[in-house]
């Protein structure tokens, strides 16, 4: 079976290949140097020059004055320890930095390889942000050897970093194909329908569930097509497309701003390149 494209979306660590290493806790090198992922509220804090987009390496970067938070090692890219840090929200960019955003729908000029290490960032930060403490007995976890997870010290509950998984799809219909959109989205600019998995929920179940609850629609056909990680803060967005089986078009208005068929020679703006939004509409729309 042939690999589906969308492993080569941003934020999906296969689009790095063999470039990149992931690191575990357990050997995690003595010398903190490297390249150093700075992330600092959806941001990724790059140097300011001609050259492009490039990380900071070496040890710490001094021009932060002692503002960084406590390194992590993600692992190693093209020979080279990868450190991340955060930055709090709020504080000064030394001069010669400059952040550039990781969010795709507020326009990201980033290169996929840094979206992508900036996404790891993100997520491993918010797993050290929320994994603390136990969540069973409330004592102070510590990390386990050679993982990415944690032990309680206490009850020994194993605490490991949550995906949490949601669908994504595209309801065709001969040459047309449903598109919606959220309150807040730039002008005219239309997605597929998404949402959450529920407990119990296969994800088929819930692409029929989300597309009936949303826009009032019932699809059958239910195919997978492709997968990415979207460290927004930790989803894993599994995309799908579906057939029309009947209904009109009732919106969520809790949900969604608007919802309608669109034909294929008349899109709307899209998202950007980076989503598998995207990827689905271009690679799987109407009349495909």
Not at 132 to 140: D, Q
Not at 216 to 230: A, E, F, M, P
Not at 242 to 259: M, S
Not at 269 to 283: G, K, T, V, Y
Request: charge should be negative; aromatic fraction near 10%.
């Amino acid at each position: 079976m042939a690999t589906p494209l969308s492993v080569l979306l941003p934020f999906n660590r296969d689009c790095l290949g063999a470039d990149f290493i992931p690191g575990k806790a357990g050997d995690k090198p003595s010398e903190v140097r490297g390249e150093w992922v700075l992330v600092q509220d959806q941001r990724l804090i790059v140097l300011a020059d001609d050259e492009g987009f490039r990380l900071p390496s070496g040890a710490a970067p001094a021009a932060f004055d002692g503002l960084l938070g406590e390194p992590f090692w993600l692992g190693r890219r093209r020979g080279t320890e990868c450190w991340v840090a955060a930055l709090p929200k709020g504080a000064p960019i030394p001069e010669g930095y400059r952040a550039e955003t990781l969010i795709p729908m507020q326009g990201a000029r980033l290169p996929d390889d840094l979206l992508s290490l900036g996404g790891m960032a993100m997520q491993a930060l918010w797993w050290e942000s929320t994994s603390g403490y136990c969540p069973r007995c409330g004592e102070r976890m510590e990390r386990l050897p050679g993982e990415w997870g944690k032990r309680c010290s206490r009850c020994r509950y194993e605490h490991y970093p949550h995906l949490h998984p949601a669908v994504i799809v595209l309801v065709r219909d001969g040459d047309r194909c449903l598109l919606a959109r959220k309150a807040g989205w730039a002008p005219n600019r239309y997605a597929l329908v998404a949402g959450f998995v529920d407990n119990g929920e296969s994800l088929e179940g819930a692409v029929a569930r989300e597309v009936k609850e949303e826009v009032g629609l019932d699809v059958t056909d239910i195919r997978y097509v492709g997968s990415q990680n979207w460290p927004f803060p930790s989803q894993l967005m599994v995309g799908f497309v579906a057939t029309y089986a009947g209904g009109d078009i009732a919106i969520d208005r809790e949900e969604l701003e608007d919802a309608r068929w669109f034909p294929r020679s008349a899109l709307p703006d899209l998202p950007s390149r980076h989503s598998i939004s995207r990827f689905i509409i271009d690679h799987h729309g109407v009349g495909r």
